[in-house]
C-alpha cells in the first residue's frame, strides 16, 4: 500500500492522471472501462484478487500496444526475460528510486 500511494503521488505530481486499483481484478476491470485513454501501465507482479502473470497476459492482449511496466520486490524469485517475453515492457525492481521510474516513462511515453 505504501508503494502503490507513493507511486499514485509521484506520478499525479509529473502530471498524470492514474487509475489507481488496490488488486488486480480492479485493475482489470478499469482497464477494460478506459483503455482507450491509458498511455501506460504500471503493475506489481504480486498482488491480491489475481496473479500477475495472469493479468499481464490481460494487458498484453489489447490491441493497442500499451506499455507495460511490471515491479517486484521479489526480483530474486523472479525470472524477468520471463516477464518481458509475456509482454512487459519493462522490469523494475523494487525499491526503486523516482527518478528510475521517471527515466522508464520517458522512454516509454516519447
Known amino acids: 500500500p505504501l508503494i502503490h ?3 499514485s503521488r509521484w506520478s499525479e505530481s509529473l502530471g498524470f492522471n492514474v487509475l489507481a486499483a488496490e488488486d488486480g481484478n ?8 478506459h483503455e482507450h ?5 504500471l503493475q506489481d507482479w504480486i498482488l491480491p484478487g489475481i496473479k500477475g502473470e495472469e493479468l499481464l497476459e490481460k494487458f498484453s492482449a489489447s490491441q493497442r500496444r500499451i506499455p ?9 524469485a523472479i525470472d524477468n526475460s520471463g516477464i518481458l517475453s509475456r509482454g512487459a515492457s519493462a ?7 523516482i527518478n528510475q ?10
Open 91 to 97: 522490469y523494475l525492481p523494487k525499491p526503486f528510486k
Open 5 to 7: 500511494s507513493s507511486v
Open 68 to 76: 507495460i511496466i511490471v515491479m517486484s520486490a521479489f526480483s530474486g
Open 37 to 41: 485513454k491509458i498511455d501506460i501501465i
Open 101 to 110: 521510474l521517471i527515466e522508464l516513462l520517458k522512454q516509454f511515453l516519447k
Open 26 to 33: 480492479k485493475a482489470h476491470e478499469l482497464f477494460v472501462e
